[in-house]
């Protein structure tokens, strides 16, 4: 057993009480219910509390291994008071762990004060020490060899400190009610196949050339029969447009149906056939629901850590990283942090050209 870590193995430990806090977006909470799958199976008695953005529950409703989601708000979790305020509610739960798998000032501040018998999340990288955030500081995972990615198996590794857990299930789940399986969402498109294809990236720093984005919708849309449904956030729609006005086959695409929420997407995904999109929320989900996934990386995100499951069919993704390495000279941290202020410039490098042959034997395993 390494220092540090304390094993459950007390019956009367069976019925604990546990929080995990994960103040990240949607696709990082999806892989951290992880936590809670794995927990549950192993101790079906405990009773687990999830901490997420407002906006992120989408993903963890009807989760059966959740018995709580906490709400809170991105913004507002910054203001003192109000933090202050969730930590007297986090220290009233009287919880016996909490798992903090991102790492965040404010979710450290919470551990630190929550009064649980065992908090547990990564040590902190800078020189300055841990402050004594945790009771039980981990050390990220250097690299990962699973199937799932180092950025899953990061969350999984945190287990690890609370007990001895066997049979891990890495694969994050989606939990649909039999009225949400039979939601028409698609209607009159039913009648093709349906990729949804995410236009635009989470943010700037994720999203691709316009034209080429209409490239690739264009060369789809010219050799398969099928139907294209853009996926964008809700303030993107002005954006996602233009993209519309440059492709050149319109009747394929299909426009008049949106996703208003998070959950909503999961209901619609989950009757489309395919996704194609940048790397975010979407692809997790996508695969939650055990859809095939084509991913175009950022070039400034570490694919390393993010591509899930893939098996070169039913997941597949590119990397400008993988076609011309020699743009990169050393990709690490310092490196990705200084291409995620111009990432366009590498972007421009990524052209159709690169992505259609692969995009192309993709859809030919899947459509």
């Not at 604990?16 to 949607?26: E, S």
């Not at 995904?269 to 996934?293: F, R, W, Y």
Request: proline share 5%; hydrophobic share 35%.
């Amino acid at each position: 057993m390494q220092q540090g870590k304390v094993l459950i193995r007390n019956k009367e430990k069976l019925r604990m009480k546990v929080l995990i806090i994960q103040n990240k977006r949607i696709g990082d909470v999806l892989i951290a219910s992880v936590i809670a799958n794995n927990f549950k199976a192993q101790y079906p008695e405990s009773e687990i509390h999830f901490m997420a953005y407002d906006f992120t529950h989408g993903v963890l409703m009807n989760n059966p291994n959740i018995d709580k989601i906490i709400s809170i708000n991105d913004k507002e979790l910054k203001k003192l008071p109000v933090l202050l305020k969730i930590i007297r509610q986090v220290r009233n739960e009287k919880y016996d762990i909490i798992f903090d798998p991102y790492s965040k000032t404010q979710s450290k501040l919470i551990c630190k004060f929550s009064g649980a018998k065992q908090t547990i999340g990564h040590k902190s990288r800078k020189k300055l020490g841990n402050w004594g955030y945790y009771t039980h500081p981990t050390i990220p995972l250097q690299s990962s060899n699973k199937p799932c990615g180092k950025a899953i198996d990061d969350r999984v590794h945190l287990l690890e400190y609370a007990g001895k857990f066997e049979n891990i299930d890495y694969v994050p789940k989606l939990f649909l009610t039999d009225a949400e399986k039979n939601e028409d969402w698609l209607g009159k498109y039913k009648n093709k196949k349906v990729i949804v294809l995410g236009v635009l990236g989470s943010t700037p720093q994720k999203s691709m050339p316009y034209e080429y984005v209409a490239e690739i919708i264009d060369f789809i849309t010219n050799n398969y029969d099928v139907n294209i449904l853009f996926n964008y956030a809700p303030h993107q729609k002005e954006e996602a447009h233009k993209i519309y006005e440059m492709c050149k086959n319109k009747s394929n695409i299909i426009l008049d149906i949106y996703a208003k929420n998070i959950r909503d997407f999961v209901k619609l995904m989950n009757q489309c056939d395919v996704l194609v999109a940048n790397e975010g929320g979407s692809v997790h989900i996508a695969k939650a629901l055990n859809k095939p996934t084509f991913t175009i990386f950022s070039p400034y995100v570490n694919k390393e850590h993010w591509a899930s499951f893939e098996d070169g069919k039913r997941h597949d993704s590119i990397h400008l990283l993988e076609i011309k390495p020699d743009l990169y000279n050393n990709f690490n941290s310092k490196e990705r942090k200084k291409i995620e202020k111009n990432p366009q410039e590498l972007y421009l490098q990524l052209t159709p050209e690169i992505i259609l042959p692969r995009l192309n034997i993709f859809l030919k395993n899947n459509i």
